[in-house]
């Protein structure tokens, strides 16, 4: 017992023996000796096929299934080369005696080659001096040699013969362990070639022909038995496809893919090589589809030739090798016959050449590369593909459309969904559609794959598993030409509510509804994001009186504790789940979900999950009737514990005294959501628009010395604001609240690298602002004018008071931007009155206490992308501006006192643009504000002219003073032109507006401060934007 226990562990581990530094046939024969131990010393158990004379020194495949090439075989027992029987002895004792080469012969039975040796003069050279390696046809080789050639060799014994043994020949002694595979030795006639290979199972070919018997030293040299007679190879593979009529259409084929240079090269090739018959068996119109692309043609060849050489004799099972086309093929044999994929199809083999063998087969090889998608459909997708065609989708998969099929098997297909309306079975359908080529390698966690029908599926890479939305693939995707399939487990239900709207749809989970509103966790289910989530039943609280669920709703970071067990980051649905063992998640509250997938059903912290796998846009929602709650979390309070146990009865829950949960930051798991709100202003009101997410604070704080005056102050909790609207009231001022006079050319940068955009906006400019301003009202003292910015940018302004030195009751707000990036810009002028034709109106003194502002305000082109197309909107846009500004505001009061007048010319861009503000050395009452921009990313421009009071020519106009008290602020805004490319079309459009301009600057321009009321009176009118007012 203890001896055959040794045998055994010593046949083990031979047979799992790697590599050492005998060959694979020395370990084989030493295997051999090992199993055949128990018949005596030195001696080799092999297996012999029935019915035939084959005999194979064994892999421990083909001896424990005791089949070679899938038939039947004995074990037969015979002395290991070297060593003979003795009469009554058991085994084989003896050391066979050394002798020269022609002896050797003898010795290993190869009696004919022996006898073709002495008749053919060979005799005296391998019993002379020498080292010699004789490749020994068997008594049996010889029989199978066409009997013609057999004869001719015979008749002719000084030459043919003599070569032909010759060319069995090597000048050296070259045993099995210095045969390497794909190794060529020159033989001893002419130098030709003796192709070497040594397999893996052991065997050894020389060109094709196996060596039964190796090993067989002699005295000048070695012998090795050999099962066929061999003959010279001088011809490639290139040169049999030339050749060989019967392969021209291979050999155009190969031709085509560009191939055949690759088989006139040396190297290792065995190439399966149809034959014109197998070409024909082919569809009709296939060869000449595929011949127009020579990719197509290439992966056609290339999956007929292997990267190593295959003899026949090598084959002793089914195998798996890789072709050069990149797929792979199984070769294998059926008694004497060779199968290639199962199926015995060749005809001859083992035509030898010195780049490697030749199998011919009857039927063409075509890999799944060289296949249409739909050619690549499997009987288990059967039901797929028929429906595909009967719903007309074949139409949208063309051989020139690359596309990817997402294919159910045939079990997805049930009763129920087969009785679906055909319009929305086409639409289920279409969504196991892509519209592109995507294999598996090209899949990634978090892809997005865009389908037939619109739909974007969302891809899932487990661990042993990939997924898109509910389904799985299954092993058995394919490739084709044009596109790829892959299997699925069952049909794609693409997610189209939240997790929150799931819930709200399906109605059985009210009580968790309500406890995560009194969380503040419902935006968890509702915004975007990835989660897995375990919804407890109206059913898992059944127990729960009222007095129980106020408890547990009264202490919120308790109650948080519970609810986000439920959730984990990452969507796992039950196919991504590594079957068979625990899966771990973490959960939002911090501690692991046990997660066990067995028989496609789940169970979590040993609870069942009854329904899984409902997919939501931000996650999955599977479905349990019990509350979650970790067993390693204890409980510190008493009353908190009787309501746990009513609900939670699958865990025994820990008591420990005092202890408290770890409070849950909100921003741990929220998100931020922001939303955009586009506010359109109405008249008479200013709005000032925030974006936020809490609701903002409002104050509204009076001026004391002038109770009309209301100023807004929006403080913000959070400020992750998305847009913000400011508005800026009042002039520039300097630290100690001082009016900055001088240019500020800090912030202009791109400016300068365009000397004729200075230029360019410099004279339009100074033309403007020369004009003055035309149809002011006449003998109307001039009122000081409020310009209000509304900016939208996306960080947080900082936002400076300033009080007055000389008047506490002024207020001045200075707001610095950190990022101009300007959306929409609003404008607010305080103007006088104006007729509806924009002149002056005269009359009595008239007094008011009333802040009547007119917002006129026009679409914000800088939004519209489609403008461009319809030049009516821009004319009717600009028609109606055009009157607007011409009319400059209805029934403003008459006969006010004059002002000073400030013209602004204000322009919005995407950087800070630089003001300069210049006097007038004719008159220093008339300023002049030039603004040079940076960037001229220009969204809208507005003009504000004020001015004194003028008649329709542009004279000023003298008379009696008239003062009056009434500020009716006028909003003029017009279209954004820099943005319209169509008004350089409409030059009459430009000069109508170039000459309506300057008429009305001209009105207010160089001598305007004669008859004006004294500079005092002026500036106490601008008292509000100044800070020590003049006696």
């Not at 809490?694 to 001026?703: S, W």
Request: net charge neutral; with cysteine.
């Amino acid at each position: 017992m203890h001896q055959l226990l040794a045998v055994t562990s010593a046949l083990v581990a031979l047979c799992c023996l790697g590599s050492v530094d005998s060959s694979a046939y020395d370990k084989i024969v030493t295997h051999s000796r090992i199993r055949a131990r128990s018949e005596g010393p030195n001696v080799c158990a092999m297996q012999q096929v029935l019915g035939t004379q084959k005999k194979y020194f064994s892999t421990c495949r083909n001896w424990y299934k005791r089949s070679i090439c899938g038939k039947k075989a004995t074990a037969v027992y015979e002395c290991c080369p070297g060593y003979m029987k003795l009469e009554g002895m058991k085994g084989c004792p003896a050391v066979a005696p050394i002798d020269h080469v022609y002896g050797t012969l003898g010795l290993v039975k190869a009696t004919t080659t022996q006898q073709y040796a002495d008749i053919s003069k060979l005799r005296e050279e391998i019993e002379g001096q020498g080292s010699f390696t004789l490749f020994a046809p068997s008594n049996e080789a010889w029989d199978l040699l066409d009997p013609s050639v057999r004869s001719a060799l015979v008749s002719n014994v000084n030459i043919e013969l003599y070569n032909a043994l010759h060319y069995h020949m090597v000048n050296r002694r070259l045993l099995t362990k210095g045969m390497k595979d794909g190794m060529t030795v020159n033989s001893m006639y002419h130098d030709l070639g003796l192709h070497i290979n040594h397999y893996s199972n052991g065997v050894v070919t020389v060109n094709c022909a196996r060596i039964i018997h190796g090993n067989q030293v002699a005295t000048n040299g070695v012998v090795h038995v050999i099962d066929r007679v061999i003959s010279a190879v001088g011809s490639t593979i290139k040169d049999v496809l030339d050749v060989d009529e019967d392969l021209s259409s291979f050999n155009a084929a190969a031709l085509a893919s560009g191939m055949m240079d690759k088989l006139d090269q040396p190297g290792q090739f065995t190439l399966f090589a149809p034959t014109n018959a197998a070409f024909d068996k082919l569809n009709a119109g296939y060869l000449e589809r595929i011949m127009g692309n020579k990719d197509v043609i290439a992966a056609l060849v290339n999956y007929h030739l292997l990267k190593t050489v295959q003899c026949s004799e090598a084959i002793t099972a089914g195998s798996v090798y890789e072709t050069v086309e990149g797929s792979s093929i199984e070769i294998g044999c059926d008694g004497d016959s060779l199968t290639v994929n199962g199926i015995k199809m060749v005809l001859k083999k083992d035509i030898v050449t010195t780049n490697g063998v030749i199998h011919l087969i009857d039927q063409v090889l075509i890999p799944d590369s060289a296949k249409e998608v739909m050619e690549l459909m499997g009987d288990t997708q059967s039901v797929f593909t028929d429906m595909v065609s009967e719903l007309g989708l074949a139409a949208a998969m063309r051989p020139q459309t690359e596309y990817t099929l997402l294919a159910p098997v045939n079990g997805a297909f049930t009763n129920e969904v087969m009785s679906t309306d055909q319009n929305l079975l086409r639409y289920i359908l279409e969504n196991h559609i892509l519209k592109l080529k995507v294999t598996l390698s090209e899949l990634y966690n978090g892809q997005l794959l865009e389908t037939l029908a619109g739909q974007f599926l969302r891809v899932f890479i487990y661990r042993t598993a990939v997924c898109i939305e509910n389904a799985c693939m299954l092993r058995g995707g394919k490739e084709g030409s044009n596109g790829a399939v892959h299997l699925m487990n069952s049909l794609i239900q693409p997610a189209k509510k939240t997790m929150y709207e799931l819930l709200i749809a399906d109605g059985r989970f009210k009580m968790f509804l309500s406890l995560m509103e009194t969380a503040d966790l419902t935006d968890l289910l509702k915004q975007e994001g990835s989660y897995t989530m375990f919804a407890p039943t109206d059913e898992a609280f059944a127990d729960l009186s009222r007095e129980d669920l106020a408890l547990l709703r009264s202490d919120l970071n308790v109650l948080r504790t519970i609810l986000l067990y439920h959730f984990s980051n990452g969507i796992f649905i039950n196919g991504g789940l590594e079957g068979g063992v625990t899966n771990l998640l973490k959960t939002l509250q911090g501690n692991n979900l046990q997660v066990k997938s067995v028989n496609n059903s789940i169970h979590v912290n040993s609870v069942e999950v009854p329904a899984s796998d409902l997919m939501a846009t931000n996650g999955v929602v599977h479905i349990v009737k019990n509350l979650l709650y970790p067993g390693d979390l204890p409980v510190g309070r008493q009353e908190l514990m009787v309501i746990l146990q009513k609900v939670i009865r699958y865990i025994k829950i820990k008591y420990v005294p005092g202890f408290t949960y770890t409070e849950i930051p909100l921003t741990s798991y929220k998100r931020t959501i922001t939303t955009t709100h586009y506010i359109e202003t109405v008249p008479d009101v200013t709005k000032v628009t925030r974006v936020i997410e809490k609701e903002p604070t409002v104050t509204t704080v009076g001026d004391e010395g002038d109770p009309s005056i209301l100023t807004r102050i929006i403080e913000i909790g959070d400020p992750r604001v998305n847009k913000v609207t400011r508005v800026i009231d009042g002039g520039e001022f300097d630290a100690d609240g001082k009016r900055i006079t001088g240019p500020d050319f800090s912030k202009i940068t791109t400016i300068h690298s365009n000397p004729g955009l200075i230029q360019e906006e410099s004279e339009r400019i100074t033309k403007l602002i020369k004009a003055g301003g035309k149809g002011a009202a006449i003998r109307r003292p001039p009122v000081p004018d409020v310009t209000k910015v509304t900016r939208f940018i996306e960080k947080e302004p900082t936002v400076t008071t300033v009080g007055d030195e000389g008047d506490p009751s002024i207020l001045t707000r200075i707001i610095e931007i950190g990022d101009p990036r300007v959306n929409k810009v609003t404008r607010v002028i305080d103007g006088g009155e104006f007729d509806a034709d924009g002149k002056r109106i005269t009359g009595g003194a008239r007094h008011t206490t009333v802040n009547e502002p007119h917002i006129i305000e026009g679409p914000d082109f800088s939004k519209i992308t489609t403008i461009h197309s319809n030049p009516g909107l821009i004319q009717e846009e600009s028609e109606r501006i055009t009157k607007l500004i011409k009319a400059g505001g209805k029934g403003a009061a008459i006969r006010r006192p004059p002002v000073p007048d400030v013209t602004k010319v204000t322009r919005f861009i995407e950087k800070e643009p630089t003001v300069t503000t210049v006097g007038d050395e004719g008159d220093p009452s008339i300023l002049t504000r030039i603004i040079e921009i940076g960037d001229p990313r220009v969204n809208k421009v507005t003009r504000v002219i004020d001015g004194g009071e003028f008649d329709a020519d542009g004279k000023s106009i003298t008379g009696g003073a008239r003062h009056t008290t009434v500020n009716e602020p006028h909003i003029i805004e017009g279209p954004d032109f820099s943005k319209i490319t169509t008004i350089h079309s409409n030059p009459g459009l430009i000069q109508e507006e170039s000459e309506r301009i300057t008429k009305l600057i001209k009105a207010g321009g160089k001598g305007a401060a004669i008859r004006r009321p004294p500079a005092g009176m002026r500036r106490a009118r601008l008292v509000r934007r100044h800070h020590k007012p003049r006696q």
